[in-house]
C-alpha cells in the first residue's frame, strides 16, 4: 500500500496551505498601480487626498459583492529610506478611485463626465 506526505493544510476549510498561496498569489496579480502613481495625475500632493475615494472604492466593491481583497490592498513600501502606507489597486478599483475622489477635483469631474458621455454613446449605439 503506498503512503503518502502529509500536506499541511488550512484549519478552516481544508485546502492545502500550498494551493492557499497560489489562489493568492493569482488574485494579487490583478493588483498591478499604485494607488501613490496617481497622486500627479489627480493633482494631489499626500496620500491622505485620496482615503475618500478609496472609502468609496471599497464602499463599491463590498455593495456589489466584489472581494475587496482582490482590488484594494494595503502595502508597505520604502522611498529613500523611508517608509510609507500605499495602496496596490486593480484597474476596476484604480477606475473606481479616479470617479470617486473629492468633487472639487477637475480630473475627477472630467472623468466623470467622460464617464458619462462613453456610456450615452454605447446606449446609443446599443439601442440603434
Known amino acids: 500500500m503506498a503512503t503518502y506526505p502529509i500536506i499541511p493544510t488550512s484549519k478552516s476549510y ?10 493568492e ?3 494579487q496579480s490583478y493588483l498591478i498601480f499604485y494607488a501613490s502613481d496617481l497622486l500627479s495625475d489627480l493633482g494631489y500632493s499626500e496620500l491622505s487626498e485620496l482615503n475618500e475615494g478609496l472609502a468609496r472604492a471599497v464602499a463599491i466593491c463590498e ?3 466584489i472581494p475587496v481583497d482582490e482590488n484594494i490592498k494595503l502595502v508597505f513600501r520604502d522611498n529613500q ?23 472639487s ?8 463626465v ?3 458621455y462613453k456610456l450615452d454613446k454605447l446606449n446609443k449605439t446599443l439601442s440603434k
Open 114 to 116: 467622460d464617464m458619462y
Open 105 to 112: 477635483n477637475p480630473t475627477v469631474g472630467h472623468t466623470q
Open 63 to 65: 455593495t456589489v459583492d
Open 25 to 27: 498569489a493569482v488574485s
Open 81 to 103: 529610506a523611508q517608509l510609507f502606507q500605499d495602496w496596490k489597486l486593480s484597474r476596476l478599483s484604480r477606475y473606481l478611485l479616479m470617479v470617486n475622489g473629492q468633487p
Open 14 to 23: 481544508g485546502t492545502p496551505k500550498a494551493i492557499e498561496h497560489f489562489m
